[in-house]
């Protein structure tokens, strides 16, 4: 097997500004895909992969890499998200690369530029050509959007193969292998009062009054769900409320009130059973005159993530970081990731990669070499073994 380069392209990957566009001031400096995307695409290019790219939002674009027969024995799906969080408060230069005291600094370089260029450089140091011989075929997806929503993922499943055989997605998981992750759902809920003067009150319906007694009722369901759907590898599910906007002035009763929440799915629980029993509570809120409509709606979902932990995905990747000398075991993590969009599409997906979720979207955000190295080897002797 060829030496790792994993180093030194992930320090090229990181002086290379992909920050998602509203969360910088600068987005035609630093903000966008377009140059982790033009890399990417050269760099796959560079190893015989045929090159498609996906505008998704203008400006902002998809690489899809293939390699392999036309009809495949088995498709790979590899997938790492090319954005990153804003830089506002970093205590170091982000895009500078250091590596200092065998760790390198940089925004992206654990979440997740650092698990890319693992994948990346395990790629550069297989035989692609005897992958392919064994009917192996390969799909790289470089996606744009995944701060702000799974964006690029979701575009891109229209691309893709109806069915896939194996997905890695590229994240952060301290090189553990993650085989199941909560879902999301994005709920919104529109309250309808009546508007009055502030000093008669009683005349008006106050909307967000209506909010604060739903979120109440709100919490204690959140509870019931916790203790009724508790996932030995994720944990229960959880709800926060995120976003509430209301109001005109201080002496008028506000006539409106909007409500945002996250709820996190786990494995066996059904989101459609969660928005039956709201909108029971929000029904029940208007017939006790509370308000005098509310209405809810989802605006996003991802599935949970479940891989059987004795698949044979989990248990060969495993089996492969441990012989390239890193602690690793089939686990769950309780955030979302890529990861849920496509595991309907796919016989077994996984989450993998070097670096700690912790470090992600931190002011001072560093990744192991040692362990980013190790990342490379596993993949590699993953995917040049079968």
Same mark, same amino acid.
């Given at each position: 097997?060829?030496?790792?380069?994993?180093?030194?392209?992930?320090?090229?990957?990181?002086?290379?500004?992909?920050?998602?566009?509203?969360?910088?001031? +600068?987005?035609?400096?630093?903000?966008?895909?377009?140059?982790?995307?033009?890399?990417?695409?050269?760099?796959?290019?560079?190893?015989?992969?045929?090159?498609?790219?996906?505008?998704?939002?203008?400006?902002?674009?998809?690489?899809?890499?293939? &390699?392999?027969?036309?009809?495949?024995?088995?498709?790979?799906?590899?997938?790492?998200?090319?954005?990153?969080?804003?830089?506002?408060?970093?205590?170091?230069?982000?895009?500078?690369?250091?590596?200092?005291?065998?760790?390198?600094?940089?925004?992206?370089?654990?979440?997740?530029?650092?698990?890319?260029?693992?994948?990346?450089?395990?790629?550069?140091?297989?035989?692609?050509?005897?992958?392919?011989? &064994?009917?192996?075929?390969?799909?790289?997806?470089?996606?744009?959007?995944?701060?702000?929503?799974?964006?690029?993922?979701?575009?891109?499943?229209?691309?893709?193969?109806?069915?896939?055989?194996?997905?890695?997605?590229?994240?952060?998981?301290?090189?553990?292998?993650?085989?199941?992750?909560?879902?999301?759902?994005?709920?919104?809920?529109?309250?309808?009062?009546?508007?009055?003067?502030?000093?008669?009150?009683?005349?008006?319906?106050?909307?967000?009054?209506?909010?604060?007694?739903?979120?109440?009722?709100?919490?204690?369901?959140?509870?019931?769900?916790?203790?009724?759907? +508790?996932?030995?590898?994720?944990?229960?599910?959880?709800?926060?409320?995120?976003?509430?906007?209301?109001?005109?002035?201080?002496?008028?009763?506000?006539?409106?009130?909007?409500?945002?929440?996250?709820? +996190?799915?786990?494995?066996?629980?059904?989101?459609?059973?969660?928005?039956?029993a709201l909108r029971g509570i929000l029904a029940d809120m208007v017939r006790?005159?509370?308000?005098?409509?509310?209405?809810?709606?989802?605006?996003?979902?991802?599935?949970?993530?479940?891989?059987?932990?004795?698949?044979?995905?989990? &248990?060969?990747?495993?089996?492969?970081? &441990?012989?390239?000398?890193?602690?690793?075991?089939?686990?769950?993590? +309780?955030?979302?990731?890529?990861?849920?969009?496509?595991?309907?599409?796919?016989?077994?997906?996984?989450?993998?990669?070097?670096?700690?979720?912790?470090?992600?979207?931190?002011?001072?955000?560093?990744?192991?070499?040692?362990?980013?190295?190790?990342?490379?080897?596993?993949?590699?002797?993953?995917?040049?073994?079968?």
């Amino acid at each position: 097997m060829k030496k790792s380069d994993a180093v030194a392209l992930l320090r090229r990957l990181v002086s290379l500004p992909s920050v998602e566009p509203t969360q910088t001031d +600068r987005p035609g400096e630093i903000g966008g895909e377009a140059r982790m995307a033009d890399f990417f695409a050269g760099y796959m290019e560079n190893l015989g992969f045929d090159i498609e790219r996906q505008e998704v939002l203008p400006g902002r674009c998809n690489v899809i890499a293939r &390699r392999g027969p036309a009809d495949p024995e088995r498709t790979w799906l590899l997938e790492s998200h090319m954005d990153t969080v804003g830089i506002d408060g970093m205590l170091h230069d982000p895009f500078a690369g250091e590596v200092r005291d065998g760790r390198l600094y940089g925004r992206g370089a654990a979440d997740c530029k650092g698990a890319m260029a693992a994948a990346m450089d395990a790629l550069a140091r297989i035989d692609l050509d005897a992958v392919a011989a &064994r009917g192996d075929a390969i799909l790289y997806v470089g996606a744009m959007g995944e701060e702000t929503g799974n964006n690029g993922a979701r575009a891109v499943l229209p691309l893709l193969p109806e069915r896939i055989s194996r997905t890695i997605v590229l994240e952060p998981t301290e090189a553990q292998v993650v085989h199941a992750s909560k879902g999301i759902a994005a709920l919104e809920i529109d309250f309808t009062g009546r508007s009055a003067h502030g000093s008669n009150p009683e005349v008006g319906l106050n909307a967000i009054y209506a909010a604060m007694e739903f979120v109440a009722r709100l919490k204690a369901y959140a509870a019931a769900e916790a203790a009724a759907h +508790r996932h030995p590898l994720v944990g229960a599910p959880s709800m926060n409320v995120g976003v509430i906007r209301a109001g005109i002035a201080p002496n008028v009763v506000p006539p409106a009130c909007h409500l945002e929440l996250d709820w +996190r799915v786990v494995p066996g629980e059904d989101i459609e059973d969660v928005k039956t029993a709201l909108r029971g509570i929000l029904a029940d809120m208007v017939r006790e005159g509370l308000c005098l409509d509310a209405a809810l709606e989802q605006t996003q979902q991802n599935c949970p993530l479940v891989t059987p932990g004795d698949s044979p995905l989990v &248990r060969e990747l495993v089996a492969a970081c &441990r012989a390239s000398g890193l602690d690793s075991a089939p686990g769950g993590v +309780r955030w979302c990731c890529d990861g849920s969009v496509f595991c309907p599409r796919s016989d077994e997906t996984v989450v993998f990669g070097p670096g700690s979720i912790k470090q992600g979207h931190a002011t001072v955000e560093y990744i192991a070499t040692a362990e980013l190295e190790a990342a490379s080897d596993a993949l590699a002797r993953l995917l040049a073994g079968g």
